[in-house]
């Protein structure tokens, strides 16, 4: 991978050469020519430009373009807004805030979960189980 990448508060930086590390990815960037320089730079988190990024494959979302989706049941009821997707090791979760409570549920990010999902739309289908179905309901009443 080399090209450029964006920081929010430090402009843009070309990466040379990358290796992938113990917690992260290593890199060699353009103009980055010693220590106290590279230093300087640790923890600063680095972006791809949207438009440098591929067209996701069918049935694969990037997370920005699930953050504000609102979260509707079945029947097309609106309950909620995602707020986050989280992957904790076990599988993606999406974070759905619950209309009316401002509590936050988390639920699995699977076909039987999450039946249908429309970006174009901006909504997302989500199957609560049983027990928050009942709470997201409450929720909206």
Known sequence: MQGRLVSLDRGEHFVREHREGGVGVVARLAGISDRDAAERLKGVELYVRRDRLPPPAEGEYYHADLIGLTA????????????????????????????????SELVPFTDATVPQLDVAAGHVVIIMPRSDQRKARQNTD
């Open 72 to 103: 509707i049941d079945p029947a097309g009821r609106a309950f909620g807004r995602v707020t986050a997707v989280h992957n904790f090791g076990a599988g993606d979760l999406i974070e759905i805030r619950l209309t009316g409570s401002g509590k």
